[in-house]
């Protein structure tokens, strides 16, 4: 699915994108609301809902995203996600046999081990570095999205690494 909502059969009212819009090469972010939201928005006093950062509407950032999801949507991204869960999926099942691990999981294109406790940021990222991984936990999970261009190769020393880190018990 292009959005997780799609997941969840939820039809949001608003739904705010980010990052991804422009493949992360420039920041920019949309939200996107019902048009009885937008209406409600539009009918308010000039200036209500007036916010204007640094990046809004720039012209670069515009092009760059347009580019981008033209790329995405002229792609078999469908064909790519379902080739990068089958080998998370495949890659990371080694760590449900871990005592440390409490699930694994795999939805799309994003891999999930979550640990019973939280890890240590500090140590496990330099564990990661070592191993030749930029993976950036979060709590108590260890996940990743890798990209959708990441080649099968790239992809098994992605999912290996993280189980080598996390059988080392850092």
Known sequence: ELFACNHAGVKPDILCLGK????????????LCTDEIGQMISSAEPGVFM??????ANPLA?????ASVQLLLEMDWRRQIARIQDGLLRGLAPCADLSTVKDVRVLGGIGVVEMHEPVEME???SEFVKTGLWVRPFGRLVYVMPPYCISDADLDTLSCGICTVLERGV
């Open 51 to 56: 916010h204007g950062p640094t990046f809004m």
């Open 20 to 31: 991804a819009l422009t493949g992360g090469y420039l920041s920019l972010a949309a939200t």
């Open 62 to 66: 515009c092009a760059v995203a347009c």
């Open 123 to 125: 140590r496990i990222q």
